[in-house]
């Protein structure tokens, strides 16, 4: 067997290639940036951004985090709709209960979503440090780490 070459410990082939090497190669952006200027009107730029992916490297993408944004938007949501209800706040008795308790609402549930989604993000790293150093072996599908 050649020297400390990388092969398949199932195949001993050796047409193996990391996960993120796969995934990366699979994956492309498409970016186009066309411009139109029509007559006398303002010129236009249209952007298309956008993703096309392979089966295989779909297979193969990192494990799934959690979006952060989603929570951070809800507690914007509510500080806004908490606002509108303490803004009739001119007298101790002006405040918008309704929407004060909506926007409390919100807030929790967005904080509460936020450090879920975080943690949920902790735990997956360890995961993602082992995808980084997964291989997989194109002859026979075998996914291996490398001692
Ligand atoms: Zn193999």
């Not at 193996?16 to 952006?29: D, F």
């Not at 809800?74 to 209960?97: C, E, F, P, Q």
Request: with cysteine; net charge positive.
């Amino acid at each position: 067997m050649s020297n400390n070459a990388i092969c398949c410990p199932q195949c001993q082939g050796q047409q193996v290639q990391l996960l993120s090497v796969i995934h990366a190669a699979g994956t492309s952006r498409i970016h186009t940036t066309h411009q139109a200027q029509s007559g006398i009107g303002p010129r236009v730029t249209v952007e298309t951004t956008g993703r096309h992916q392979t089966d295989l490297a779909a297979s193969v993408g990192p494990p799934p985090g959690k979006r952060l944004l989603g929570p951070v938007i809800l507690t914007g949501v509510g500080a806004i709709i908490l606002y509108d209800g303490l803004k009739l706040m001119n007298s101790y008795w002006g405040v918008d209960w309704s929407r004060f308790f909506i926007g409390v609402t919100f807030i929790a549930i967005g904080v509460v979503g936020f450090v879920r989604h975080w943690k949920f993000n902790v735990a997956q790293y360890d995961k993602l440090e082992e995808w980084r150093r997964t291989w997989m072996c194109h002859s026979c599908g075998t996914r291996f780490q490398p001692s």
